[in-house]
């Protein structure tokens, strides 16, 4: 796995609640933060449903799903805080409950079985309770009983345990195990070399020093300095604080379509992927006007044999910076994305979380840090999984939310390129989205045609929708030296420079500095938020704290809704006080 492999040795027993600790990976680091950050979210809530057909054996598949948990420790896997550092907790014993829900007939037994009422009604409600990442279980399944031979099997997943790999890992795993129990032979699956939590022990002692140094400095030269903001036009403003609610447009591109793509890329000594980036980047340039973009992108980082069969989080998110500039051709356009990706794969180890905590990107929560807009290319889902006596297929499981303003991901089927665009509903109507899919399709139509045009021809003006307004630009940042009154002057300030003290480990806080600005991370701000939740004795939304993420800001807010409330408590109790007078009048 690299220069050292932690063992048992390197991590902590407690005896007395039968669990193993580890340090957490850099990926569930920051799953964690947005877990603090709005603990009933349902955006990395992942499900995963297959439908059987045939006879099936319910004790024999919760066996199965139990003897995988057992093999797998981050299935067995919650988190917590030990002197305010996270952990993963492993217990040594797996409990996979499957209840069994019965479904009424369909009125029509035609139609689809995610397309029934009941059904997806069922569904929403297994998929939309939030997990808790301190009690967990982090993984549910459930049993739809549709009829005596036919099932639907939910499984829901927090991505903080899983990743795209994973589901193929778990359906493998799930054919090979049911299997053994059904038929009373030996579980066929070679031991484990390595759990999740030695990764993470291994990923925290590798990338320190100058191997984290030597990656960074590639990103500070790539990144550094005022990234650009992407202006699409939207079609209502921006909410002062993302609300993550999604919509979906599918897009398909033709067989001939599909096999032109890859002619392009094998012309240009680029793959399929380089050409749809190149596309979509040109497809946003020419909508926002803009040439300077960037976007992320993610990628398996299993780049060991000995992590490739775990369940684990082991995806990283790329960053990809494109100049458009000076209307080049889409062939020239395209060689400046291939030489980009050289680059950024050459550093793809670099996990995003240390990449934003060095960076220090500017911090505000109607948006995304570093990039708005996700491009990815999927593997096709894994749908062979053979199980003894059933018939076996995937079912659609609706997901109604987004972590972006934009994400366009393609799989790759043996004829085809199958795309599906998933945008943020309080930004987009869908009608705009589907816009964006006919124009993406036109721009791949035309460059694959003459790679020579340049870009400007392959989505004229006429086409293009009007450009968004200019967004007004950031307020440059307050120098606490050059602003009076740096200490704190009430209580409340006070209690938060104690707390901000606290989590950076410094003297002496200024109130005027913005807490991302001395050294401030996502995990920091989690324990502030923490710590100021136990102080008040209330609950507090961290997303406020980077809403103000000055000493001085945020306690003037906490100041204003505490005289907020105290008012809204002035008024009820003088309303019930009204009401008992009316009662004795009467």
């Known amino acids: 796995m690299g220069p050292t492999e932690p063992g048992r040795d390197d991590v902590l027993v407690d005896d007395g609640d039968d669990v193993v600790l580890f340090r957490p990976s850099y990926a569930q680091e920051r799953m964690w933060y947005f877990y603090r950050l709005d603990p009933g979210n349902p955006?990395?809530?992942?499900p995963l449903g297959l439908r059987l057909t045939g006879e099936l054996d319910v004790a024999a598949l919760r066996g199965a799903l139990n003897d995988i948990a057992d093999r797998h420790e981050i299935l067995r896997t919650t988190f917590g805080t030990v002197e305010s550092e996270l952990v993963q907790v492993v217990a040594s014993r797996a409990d996979v409950e499957l209840p069994v829900v019965e479904v009424p007939p369909a009125a029509d037994p035609e139609l689809p079985v995610e397309e029934r009422e009941e059904v997806r009604r069922l569904?929403?409600?297994?998929?939309?309770?939030?997990?808790?990442?301190?009690?967990?279980?982090?993984?549910?399944?459930?049993?739809?009983?549709?009829?005596p031979a036919d099932h639907l099997l939910l499984f829901v997943l927090h991505h903080i345990i899983h990743d795209g790999w994973s589901l193929g890992v778990l359906g493998g795993e799930l054919s090979a195990a049911y299997r053994a129990r059904v038929t009373g032979t030996p579980g066929p699956l070679p031991p484990l070399e390595v759990q999740y939590g030695d990764f993470a022990e291994w990923q925290r002692d590798w990338?320190?020093?100058?191997?984290?140094e030597s990656q960074l400095a590639?990103?500070?030269?790539?990144?550094?300095?005022?990234?650009?903001?992407?202006?699409?036009?939207?079609?209502?403003?921006?909410?002062?604080?993302?609300?993550?609610?999604?919509?979906?447009?599918?897009?398909?591109?033709?067989?001939?379509?599909?096999?032109?793509v890859k002619?392009?890329?094998?012309?240009?000594?680029?793959?399929?992927f380089m050409v749809l980036l190149?596309?979509?980047?040109?497809?946003?340039?020419?909508?926002?006007?803009?040439?300077?973009i960037v976007v992320g992108s993610p990628v398996a980082n299993r780049h060991q044999a000995k992590v490739e069969p775990l369940i684990g989080l082991f995806v990283n998110t790329l960053v990809f910076r494109a100049d458009l500039s000076g209307d080049p051709s889409f062939g020239a356009f395209l060689d400046r994305v291939r030489d980009v990706c050289v680059e950024v794969y050459a550093h793809q180890e670099t996990p995003f979380e240390k990449l934003v905590e060095d960076l220090h990107p500017h911090r505000d929560p109607s948006r995304n840090p570093l990039f708005q807009v996700m491009f990815a290319m999927q593997a096709p889902p894994n749908t062979d999984i053979p199980l003894p006596g059933l018939r076996v297929a995937p079912i659609r499981v609706d997901r109604w939310w987004t972590r972006f303003d934009l994400e366009l991901h393609f799989w790759e089927h043996p004829d085809h390129f199958r795309g599906l665009f998933v945008f943020a509903a309080d930004l987009f109507?869908?009608?705009?989205?589907?816009?964006?899919?006919?124009?993406l399709r036109q721009v791949l139509e035309v460059a694959t045609r003459d790679a020579d045009l340049p870009l400007g021809e392959l989505l004229p003006e006429a086409d293009l929708p009007a450009p968004a307004e200019p967004a007004a630009p950031e307020p440059p940042r307050a120098v606490a030296a050059d602003l009076p009154g740096g200490e704190p002057r009430t209580e409340l300030e006070e209690l938060v420079a104690a707390r901000w003290r606290e989590a950076l480990d410094v003297g002496l806080v200024d109130v005027h500095t913005n807490f991302f600005d001395v050294g401030g991370t996502s995990l920091l701000l989690a324990r502030v938020h923490e710590g100021l939740q136990r102080d008040l004795a209330r609950e507090l939304r961290m997303v406020d704290l980077l809403r103000f993420p000055t000493v001085r800001s945020f306690a003037a807010?906490?100041?204003?809704?505490?005289?907020?409330?105290?008012?809204?408590?002035?008024?009820?109790?003088?309303?019930?006080?009204?009401m008992k007078q009316r009662r004795r009048r009467r």
């Open 278 to 292: 190149a596309s979509f980047l040109v497809l946003l340039h020419r909508y926002s006007r803009q040439d300077d």
């Open 263 to 272: 002619d392009l890329g094998r012309r240009c000594g680029a793959t399929p």
């Open 557 to 578: 807010f906490l100041s204003g809704e505490q005289e907020s409330r105290t008012a809204g408590q002035d008024r009820a109790r003088a309303r019930t006080q009204a």
């Open 43 to 46: 955006f990395y809530t992942v």
């Open 123 to 147: 569904l929403v409600e297994r998929v939309r309770p939030p997990f808790d990442l301190e009690r967990g279980p982090l993984l549910r399944a459930t049993l739809f009983r549709l009829g």
């Open 429 to 439: 109507d869908t009608t705009t989205v589907e816009r964006m899919s006919a124009h």
């Open 218 to 260: 590639y990103w500070r030269g790539r990144l550094g300095g005022e990234l650009p903001v992407l202006g699409l036009p939207l079609d209502r403003p921006r909410p002062e604080v993302q609300s993550f609610r999604g919509g979906r447009v599918e897009l398909a591109l033709s067989p001939a379509l599909s096999d032109a």
């Open 207 to 212: 990338l320190s020093g100058e191997v984290l």
